[in-house]
């Protein structure tokens, strides 16, 4: 059986829907869409003859639309718009992408479209603006990034991004991407996100260098305090063996003047002296306590001495708050690492 009659029923449902969404530029006025004067900013910056051929090729493209064969009428809706940019072009290009599923383009044809402003009527301007609008909340995601170190470039899903300090969004479609920042001399930062249609999601890009730096085990001034009141404690030492030598030197005296003759007189040892044997002991002791605490001080310097490694970047939030955007939703997810 042939194949005939099947496709002219399906192009006798599909044209009468399809002419109500796309524009024949040049054809009879009352299968447009909108009607243009000629006038409009985008005539004046396209010739006639790229004109007349972009004409040709949406012509073709609507007849392939017309007759579903959506990936036809892309191909030639690409080629006039090589042509001429024409924002009607362009709406139905969008149209087109749309049905195949590739929103992502089609909001970024929308947008070209929409670059025009109010030269492209006040309906077709409302259109553009509301289709963009159901796109972004029941199709498409949002990605922010905020980069936060000079100089380093960030990339989305491997693809150059931005570059520096700057807080930057864009459209992506659902399911996980990857936002990395990368600059030399600088620990390279990496997250995943995972978005939903309507959803955006915040990353912060901070970075740390990548450096090597000099740490110890305790404060610097700590081994050398140690040193310090070993000083200390054999100087008091110092002080108390002068002081036992000058009670010695007392005592003496004292002895001689008790044997001037032969024969000393018999008398107890002066106190003098008692003080100066315990002003000896406390200088001995002094001096040991003091010798140790300046050794122990000085192998404490040694053992504290810088050690040089690299330094090591921070752990990323183990938490990331992602709002939804939907006008139907008000909630807020969250995606935890482990």
């Keep these: 059986m042939s194949s005939h009659p099947r496709s002219s029923f399906l192009r006798s449902i599909a044209a009468p829907g399809l002419a109500a969404l796309v524009l024949v530029l040049a054809i009879p006025a009352g299968h447009a869409e909108v009607t243009r004067t000629g006038i409009e900013p985008w005539y004046q910056q396209s010739t006639a003859d790229a004109r ?6 949406t012509a073709e493209a609507i007849d392939k639309h017309q007759q579903l064969l959506r990936e036809d009428a892309m191909e030639l809706y690409e080629q006039a718009l090589t042509q001429w940019d024409n924002p009607d072009i362009r709406w139905n290009l969008a149209l087109v992408l749309e049905d195949l599923g590739q929103y992502l ?38 990605i922010e990034a905020d980069g936060q170190e000079p100089g380093a470039d960030i990339k989305l899903d491997g693809q150059p991004w931005f570059r520096g300090v700057e807080r930057r969004s864009t459209l992506v479609l659902p399911g996980t991407h990857y936002i990395a920042a990368i600059k030399p001399g600088y620990f390279p930062v990496s997250r995943s996100v995972y978005v939903t249609a309507g959803q955006q999601a915040q ?17 610097a001034w700590k081994p050398w ?42 008398a107890p040892s002066p106190a003098v ?6 002003n000896h002991a406390l200088a001995v002791g002094a001096f040991a306590v003091g010798g140790t605490a300046v050794a122990v001080g000085l192998a404490l310097a040694w053992l504290n001495q810088p050690r040089p490694h690299r330094a090591e970047a921070r752990s990323p939030s183990r938490i990331e708050f992602t709002p939804i955007l939907s006008p139907q939703q008000a909630e807020v997810s969250a995606l935890v690492r482990f």
């Design 203 to 219: 990353v912060a890009l901070a970075m740390d260098a990548d450096r090597v730096v000099d740490t110890r085990r305790w404060t």
């Design 225 to 266: 305090a140690v040193v310090a009141a070993g000083v200390a404690v054999a100087a008091m030492g110092s002080g108390l063996e002068s002081r036992a030598l000058a009670q010695r030197t007392t005592a003496a005296e004292a002895l001689e003047d008790r044997c001037h003759t032969l024969t000393c007189e018999p």
């Design 52 to 57: 007349q051929r972009a004409h040709a090729l």
């Design 273 to 278: 002296y008692d003080g100066a044997a315990t």
């Design 105 to 142: 383009r089609a909001h970024q044809q929308l947008d070209g479209a929409l670059r025009w402003g109010e030269a492209l009527g006040a309906e077709r301007l409302r259109d553009v603006q509301t289709r963009m609008r159901a796109l972004e909340i029941q199709r498409l995601a949002r």
